[in-house]
């Protein structure tokens, strides 16, 4: 068991993790591409028509995953975070560095659907309405991160202010996903619930989770794609990037 925990330890480091990184792009790159097509051909052909919303409601199969994504990855952020100011690892701040972009496309996808979803149900564009609100809020602070990293030179400190920016606000998560329960909002409930089942037929459902993993598999290709040009950049004065310098030449 001891081995097993030191075998895995030594991934912390940059090093040891960026060459891992570089064989684990291409098997999400090739599930993301799988799994979005597949769901995609789903939400359009397969999936039936919804009796209330007509075909309007297929955006649901783009939105709804893009909605858990944004969160999701708020809170492997958050995870990062910790990690790093608990034990001061570099890769912690890279990783966390790594996934605030492509969280904060998530989360502006969930928004910009939601608002093409909300025109013809609701009549308008936007309200001011708590599981927006909360959720824009989340862009903001992925936007925050993003700036405060790129306003201080120093990686280090850059990191832990990052680090202790996302850890204040991922009370924000819960906040959006009971919103609908805590307040009287126009956002309906959750159509998937783990305690209460889904609202939805079966082959909705499906198409829906299809669609969520091909995000998560495509938000994992990313992060690691990105984490590498960061260990790259960070790292570059170090011996093992100039003997990777010399090898590719």
Do not use: C
């Not at 783009?62 to 995870?79: D, E, G, Q, R, T």
């Not at 990293?149 to 202010?161: L, P």
């Not at 994992?220 to 984490?227: E, G």
Request: charged fraction near 10%.
């Amino acid at each position: 068991m001891n081995s097993r925990l030191i075998n895995w330890f030594k991934f912390s480091s940059p090093a040891s993790f960026y060459p891992l990184a570089g064989k684990m792009v291409p098997v999400f790159t090739l599930i993301a591409v799988m799994l979005i097509g597949v769901g995609l051909y789903m939400s359009f052909f397969v999936a039936p028509t919804d009796y209330k919303q007509g075909e309007g409601y297929r955006i649901i199969f783009v939105h709804v995953p893009a909605a858990w994504l944004s969160m999701f990855i708020y809170l492997v952020m958050a995870f990062w975070a910790a990690l790093g100011l608990v034990f001061n690892t570099r890769l912690s701040g890279m990783m966390a560095s790594s996934l605030a972009p492509t969280g904060a496309m998530f989360t502006f996808i969930a928004l910009w659907t939601g608002a093409f979803w909300g025109k013809p149900m609701w009549g308008t564009w936007w309200v001011w309405d708590a599981r927006l609100t909360s959720e824009l809020i989340l862009l903001f602070l992925y936007l925050g991160f993003i700036a405060l990293q790129g306003a201080i030179d120093d990686s280090r400190r850059s990191d832990r202010a990052g680090a202790l920016l996302i850890l204040v606000g991922v009370v924000n998560i819960p906040i959006i996903h009971y919103s609908v329960k805590w307040w009287n909002t126009l956002h309906q409930g959750a159509s998937v619930s783990v305690t209460q089942g889904s609202s939805m037929s079966s082959i909705m459902l499906w198409t829906m989770l299809i669609m969520a993993l091909g995000f998560w598999a495509y938000a994992i290709a990313v992060a690691l794609s990105r984490v590498r040009s960061i260990i790259l950049e960070r790292e570059r004065d170090t011996t093992w990037v100039s003997e990777l310098a010399e090898v590719r030449r």
